[in-house]
């Protein structure tokens, strides 16, 4: 037992310990992060233009959304809230997000599972995986198009060799498999970042618990969902919102891969073409700002309806 | 030991996985490496197999501009990357997953919404800063942009880690009057090397691979990193893409990656001992 | 306050200098940013190595990624951050309207030099009577085709887009019936960027269409013409070309070209030393010629490429920098680039050059192909160039690929431009 006052002055003493180690982080997180994004959202409700950086003038909402009055009479909306090419971006990115996430995550975890159990060159296969991961993306999306491309690519030489397709399909190029194949890429590329986080959150289930599993004579299956499942769960959610993070903002890939595709152009892509190839800075940044509230929505929505635990009250 | 015709089956049909897995993971990279041997007109044909071993385009690319010098800068970058962002990220989860205090969860999600801010996005008020700071040009500047894609994804990985490690391996260390400092170093980091590890290869191999900071960020050819260095390999002219060299390269800065998956591997497998203590 | 201190002690500094070096002017170490292919770096000190020694003055070249999106991008960042550790920029032929604000003006500087270029290019650098930029070499694309194909098949060299397409069927279905599988008839660049504006102002120009927006700024692009041409060219992708030609950029029509699967090619001159290379299918096999016209069209077009210098109103040295541009911008500079780089001269008289005729004797002959060079809508569309253009090849894509036809697709274009133009580009 505890002396009281004790156990107080030890808990401020933790709390301000606390604060010291906190503080380095905070510090180069705002500089890096809070002060550009400010700028960002500030950009956003002026005209700036890239020519003139510090020359723009508040405009409110304009960029969003903006009614305007014909000679004639008639009301026409503007801003990117009534954007075609924008609400496409918007769609194109989530579809991207959600598909490609569930997959790796699906992916992720049965390669962990594999690589969990005790079997030779384990090491092997373990930095065999990591491959895709460890190649540079704007280099791996090259290889990719390379090996995707309709006259000289591998994918389609084997897909014809063992009679799936009857001719080479042009993938990049159609509306109806560009999709396809950014979504293919990335799951090949990134479900080894999925598989390792799984792997460590496995590596911490404690091994008694399985041999307990398996004298009791449980079936496999029902040790994953009661048993595995349940404890790789926390970082299994990590992983998730990270990975669907990194989803919402793709960008390297699409634009090397299929840069003008509309099939494929996700929000990150078509802000960047406004902020620089498009001279409308302030317009970009307005979709720059929309796309960091959206995925703050998407986020917020996850932890709620996931019940991820933040703060781990409860557990300890 | 003998072994029944079912347990044969299931044994076999675990090894067809992994060869599954491994074909799967490895096969562009050893389409890469095929294509690194071939050299002019032989990069349009398609082979399954060695047809050529040319070592021309490892030469080009060996002796070309800079090219071994932006791989010494990416390591160094890389380096210094996982470095700052495991000394920051260990003393921050702690205090985020041990300590309670008012905040907390508004602070993890604070940290995750840093995350959610497309890099092209944050170029511009960065390259004001970096400026602002006299980084320019200089590894520094890499370093210290790249803490916002590995910072906050450390922080959440070792909080989640550190949360989860029962309390009693704590309570005997402050019982004996250790300071906070001495719980993470002495309690805490022997057992969180798995996901020390494992975060610090991510964020490792994020810097690694970053590109448009580092463009953007250097002007020098001796400051630039390995993924700058492989987009400015080049053909003889604006539309020609030298596939031999780049791939060439690939495999150059590849290479290094997998000798620090094997040499860590180890470590990762010792997460073993963290779930000993808790069971 | 401070920033006046600082720059008096500067001319202060600057003064001393001047009078201990006494008539001798400073040495200036200038940045010239440009996208390096080959061995430009190694061709680059060559160049300069001439005015180096002349002026005492010296310049490291800053190498970018060949892709020229990711310059844009990147200058445009640096432009605006009013980066003065570059000096002098290199810059694509369509550029200059859209970043003259930060470029400082070299009429007077050039007042000698531009009229020994040809007047189309000094034109297009110029934006309301500055010029922004001094051309240092230019490119044009042309029509390839299979000398030995032809003749076997006893096929003329297309003159008229109708023609090409007629050849390339006969020449296809023959080769293919021999059981040469992998053969097409016309490869080209029909991926959704930049290149593919160029491909098919090609076909527009050439129909008598126009060019998008007229240099008078007025939106020409909805004509029957236009619809004709683009009508011819959504029918090539499946029958004479590959269905993924609608993915191909310069690269990968070469790759089909260089491994002696295409009748016809249309690119720049790059894949005219490449084709001939020793590894080459079709070494030998080949020639260039004019793209061809069509609708009763007279005459070709051939859209203008080439790249330019322009020295950075944030550079702290412009006087060495001027002086760098307009060497490189000069006749000397030039010819040795032509030699040693083989890259297209801009001033006209080069292309009489005896040197040249004999150390590169293709380049003469591009002269003819040069002469029909039609530039971009770059400078009366202003800084919305690259929107225009977006918009253009969209368009363009969308009918190649069967979404909408010409005449849809040409009329919604017109709708979208006039909106963009509003009361004025």
Redesign the interface.
Known sequence: MFDFSKELDLEAQRRRAAFYFLAPMIIALFCVAAWPLLRTIYFSFTDTSLTNLYGGEWIGFDNYLQRRELSSGRVIWRGTLVDPAWWNAVWNTVRFSVISVFFETVFGLGIALVLNAEFRGRGWVRAAILIPWAIPTIVSAKMWAWMLNDQFGIINDILVRIGILERGIAWTASIDTAMTAVLIVDIWKTTPFMALLCLAGLQMIPRDIYEAAKIDGVHPLKVFWKITLPLVRPALMVAVIFRMLDALRIFDLIYVLTPNSKATKTMSVISRENLIDFDKFAYGSAQSTLLFAIIAIFVSLYIWLGKVNLSGEGNQ | MTRTPWEWTKLIGFYALVVVIVVISIFPFYYAILTSFKSGTAIFEINYFPVDFSVQNYITVMTGRNFVRSVINSVYISGFTVLLALFLAVTASYALSRVRFRGRSLLLITILGVSMFPQIAVLAGLFELIRFLGIYNTPWAMVLSYTIFTLPFTVWVLTTFMRDLPIEIEEAAIIDGATPWNIITKVFMPLLWPALVTTGLLAFIGAWNEFLFALTFTISETQRTVPVAIALLSGASEQEIPWGPIMAASVIVTVPLVILVLIFQRKIVAGLTAGGVKG | MKSLKLISIRSFLATLILSIGGSMASAAEL?Y?S???????EVFQTLVKPWEEATGHSVTL?????????Q???Y??W???GNA??DLYQTDVIWAP?LA??FIDLTEHAQDLSPLHFPSIIESQTVDGKLVALPIFT?APALYYRKDLLEKHGQPVPSTWEQLTEVAQIVQDAERSEGND?IWGFVWQ????EGLTCDALEWVKSFGGGQIVEPDGTISINNPQAIAALELASTWPGTIS???????????A???W??G?AVFMR??P??Y??GN?????VKGLFDVTTLPTGGGHDTSAATLGGWNVAVSKYSENQEAAISLARYLAGPEAQKTRTLVASNLPTIISLYEDEDIAREQPIIPRWKDVFLQAVPRPSAPTK??Y??VS?KF??AV?NTL?G?GSAAENLELLEFELEELKGSGW
């Open positions: 940045r940013v996208g390096a292919v080959g061995n430009a770096i800053v190498p970018m990624p060949a892709s020229t999106t990711d844009f991008g990147q445009r960042l432009l605006a951050a550790d570059i859209q604000d930060q490119d992998d029909g991926n959704a960027y590959p269905p993924g030609v609608l993915a191909y950029q310069e690269e990968e070469r790759g089909v260089q491994t699967n690119n720049w790059y894949a030393s490449l290379g020793d590894d080459s299918a800084i919305k690259n929107e977006a090849w969209s894509h690929s979404d």
